[in-house]
């Protein structure tokens, strides 16, 4: 059976639009990773430059940063990219830069490895006051269901998905060694969480407390004294009310009884004193 003209044609028009448009979604995907790759290494050169020495020994820190995040489902893509600040030192020592493989351990979910990039150069030739770029990694990760079950918030969702980065590698002597890098020296410098800022609830309820003292000076709300009105109920107050009614009660009682044994005693004692032979009484 042959299918007519019409219907060949439509398909194959139908097949390069496709076509066409799956260039076109490749070619957006490829210019908006050209993009997110010259930002990113702008923002880690920027926030690692002020750094002179690194933390650990190996001479290294790295510049983590969120390309995209679901917070429906929790799927996210991370970059992390591994820079020499310093010269090794210790256990890294004499260790070269390709063979120190990075390890990522997440509180919460986990990833896969998309893509890997080595870019090396000579120590001696690197600018001191410029880091140098000597890893790139993407990842796929995926936060765990049981996490995201729980009232979600920025600060949650960055312990998520910030990892424990570990380097490893063999020293001259083939023993291996390892270390933990900082992630907080360069996180979220570009993409995900980076126009945002994580604050505590001590920074909260400063933050909410200069708000108010502005809106004072600005009169846009009228002060209100404390502490003059009970906003809760006084379960204190109630208690101390009835103790202190229970300890007057037995004072006051104690006062009337010796108040009583004062006039029966003066009592007895005149009728004492009147039956004695001699006595007058006093008017």
């Not at 729980?150 to 910030?162: D, K, Y």
């Amino acid at each position: 059976m042959f299918q007519p003209r019409g219907d060949v044609l439509d398909t194959r028009l139908a097949d390069a639009d496709d076509a066409l448009q799956r260039r076109q979604t490749t070619a957006a995907d490829l210019a908006n990773l050209t993009q997110w790759n010259t930002d990113t290494s702008a923002a880690c050169m920027s926030a690692l430059s002020t750094l002179s020495v690194a933390s650990n020994p190996s001479g290294t820190a790295v510049c983590y940063n969120l390309f995209s995040l679901d917070t429906t489902n929790g799927s996210f893509k991370a970059d992390l990219r591994l820079f020499q600040i310093s010269v090794p030192f210790g256990d890294f020592q004499d260790i070269p830069p390709t063979d120190i493989s990075v390890g990522l351990q997440y509180d919460g979910a986990t990833v896969s490895p998309v893509s890997e990039g080595v870019q090396t150069r000579d120590l001696e030739k690197r600018q001191t006051s410029t880091p140098t770029q000597l890893q790139a990694y993407m990842f796929i990760g995926q936060i765990n269901q049981d996490k995201m079950a729980q009232p979600m918030t920025m600060g949650i969702l960055e312990a998520l998905v910030m990892p424990t980065v570990t380097l490893t590698g063999k020293n001259l002597v083939g023993q291996t060694v390892s270390t933990n890098v900082s992630s907080n020296e360069a996180a979220f410098v570009n993409g995900i969480f980076s126009t945002q800022v994580v604050m505590s609830d001590f920074s909260i309820a400063s933050l909410a407390v200069d708000t108010i003292t502005a809106q004072m000076h600005n009169g846009t709300v009228a002060f209100v004294l404390p502490g003059v009105n009970i906003l809760i109920f006084p379960v204190g107050l109630v208690l101390t009310s009835i103790w202190l009614v229970v300890g007057v009660g037995f004072y006051a009682f104690g006062t009337y009884e010796r108040y009583n044994y004062r006039d029966t005693y003066r009592s007895r004692k005149a009728r004492m004193d009147s039956s004695k032979p001699g006595y007058t009484a006093r008017i």
